[in-house]
């Protein structure tokens, strides 16, 4: 398979399907977790597959099964990490709106890059329901803000010391809403924890700047994407051909 999940494919409880061993789905989901530790690209698929394991059906199990041939065929692809690259740090963050068909939450997707190198990426859905594109991605955003912090602090212990770490946003709203502190009808719904973001950008710790939607390269951890649009944001995740 050329993508490890069909753009078209709607995931549900599917009650009226026939149900599968769990036991075996939970195994298979266990083994591709540990894949999404050096496969990124496949981090969004396995966390979709892995939210039916208590009642998996025979549609969650070719979900799955598709992955597996998606990893079969892509053995020559690996994360590039080239030596002396610098240490200029940006987190891009992502989100697809109400795209879960079983609870219409929203998806984050959140990666972080030292120099050119990968270092952190996860897939997630929120934990709250999100009425709202720039609520959704402001939420996305508050947890990017958190990686770059965390970044931050990690690397000052090899007395690295970073002034500010961009994050990478294709949501104006969002971006607006980080720089402006009046609290409009629009907004003032929003948890008063994930205000910390606009707070750590007037303290200058981050930047929220502007990606188009199709640099973002986050897009790949929130959604199932088509061939064409898929092989783009890996490529620049630094999932490369091995050269032997």
């Known amino acids: 398979m050329k993508t490890p999940m069909s753009s078209d494919t709607k995931l549900t409880k599917d009650e009226e399907c026939e149900s599968i061993d769990s036991t075996k789905y939970r195994g298979m989901i266990g083994s591709l977790l540990y894949l999404t530790e050096s496969m990124p690209d496949i981090m969004f698929s396995v966390c979709l597959c892995a939210r039916f394991q208590k ?144 707070d750590n950008v007037q303290k200058g710790h981050i930047s929220i700047e502007k990606v188009p939607s199709v640099d973002n390269i986050a897009d790949i951890l929130t959604k199932p994407l088509k061939r064409e649009s898929f092989n783009y944001p890996r490529l620049g995740l630094g999932m490369m051909e091995h050269i032997s």
Request: overall charge positive; some cysteine; charged content about 20%.
């Open 55 to 198: 009642a998996p059906k025979t549609s969650h199990l070719e979900a799955a099964k598709r992955i597996f041939r998606y990893i079969k065929g892509t053995t020559h692809l690996g994360l590039w990490y080239p030596k002396g690259t610098n240490i200029k740090t940006v987190v891009y963050t992502d989100f697809d709106h109400a795209r879960d068909y079983v609870d219409r939450k929203s998806t984050s997707g959140i990666c972080t890059f030292v120099g050119c190198c990968l270092t952190s990426w996860f897939s997630k859905k929120q934990t709250s329901l999100a009425i709202s594109t720039t609520e959704a991605e402001y939420v996305s955003t508050g947890k990017a803000c958190q990686q770059a912090l965390w970044m931050k602090q990690a690397l000052i212990d090899y007395d690295i010391r970073l002034d500010n770490v961009p994050i990478m946003c294709d949501n104006k709203g969002a971006i607006n809403l980080s720089k402006n502190p009046v609290q409009h009808s629009r907004t003032k719904h929003i948890e008063i924890h994930h205000h910390f973001l606009r």
